[in-house]
């Protein structure tokens, strides 16, 4: 296999960045970089799939539409991996990619290796707006409230000045709307 020079990071200056991709294009754009030599991680996990026919487990990413790769992120290496098929662009702010710190890379990673039983949730903070997808309570809105382990949905009725607080399972919640910048 060859390995492109131009990937070749200076493994002090490399960082791990998010790499959103195009609808379905992860797996492509995994074996792109393992052929290109970039040093990348995307996260899977094992799913059953049911057809009319048959069931089967197959492996899906963890966090849709991303990836991450390990690389220096000088403006030529950013350009060619901008240039591979399937890749949307680099996750970051108007200054350019933000990298994730190893730590958090590391943990996944550790996560996935003990096959530990995980679910993936959007961030959503206390404060956030929300509404409760799922179960009997499903359509109802309020602010979202954390305290130690126990989370809270709260219903407000300003007129009186009153609110109500309801415990929910955290993975029943979506966030509604937009946060605030």
Same mark, same amino acid.
């Given at each position: 296999?060859?390995i492109?020079? *131009?990937? /070749?990071?200076?493994?002090?200056? *490399?960082? &791990?960045?998010?790499? &959103?991709t195009?609808?379905r294009?992860? /797996? ?5 970089f393992?052929? #290109?030599?970039?040093?990348h991680?995307?996260p +899977? $996990?094992?799913?059953?799939?049911? &057809?009319?026919?048959r069931?089967q487990a ?9 990836l ?8 030529e290496?950013?350009l060619? !991996?901008? $240039?591979?098929p399937?890749? *949307?662009g680099?996750?970051?702010?108007? =200054?350019?990619?933000?990298? !994730?710190?190893?730590l958090q890379?590391?943990? !996944?990673?550790t996560v996935? *290796?003990?096959r530990t ?5 959007? #961030? +959503?903070?206390a404060?956030?707006?929300v $509404?409760?997808?799922r %179960?009997?309570?499903? %359509?109802?809105q309020g602010r979202?409230l $954390?305290?130690?382990s126990?989370?809270r949905?709260v219903?407000?009725i300003e #007129?009186i000045?009153q609110?109500?607080a309801i415990s929910?399972a955290r993975?029943?919640? =979506?966030?509604?709307?937009q946060?605030a910048?």
């Open positions: 296999m060859l492109d020079n *131009a990937f /070749k990071d200076d493994n002090s200056r *490399a960082r &791990w960045f998010a790499v &959103w195009r609808s294009q992860e /797996k492509l754009v995994a074996s792109m393992q052929s #290109l030599g970039i040093q991680f995307l +899977l $996990r094992s799913e059953i799939r049911r &057809w009319s026919d069931k197959v492996s899906v990413p963890l966090f849709s539409g991303y991450f790769v390990r690389t220096n992120p000088v403006s290496t950013r060619r !991996i901008l $240039r591979i399937g890749v *949307a680099l996750v970051g702010n108007q =200054e350019g990619p933000v990298p !994730i710190p190893d890379i590391e943990d !996944i990673q996935l *290796a003990t039983q995980c679910v993936v949730l959007p #961030l +959503l903070e404060g956030d707006l $509404r409760v997808a %179960g009997p309570l499903a %359509g109802v979202l $954390r305290s130690n126990t989370t949905l219903i407000s #007129l000045h609110s109500l929910v993975e029943d919640v =979506e966030l509604v709307g946060r910048a």
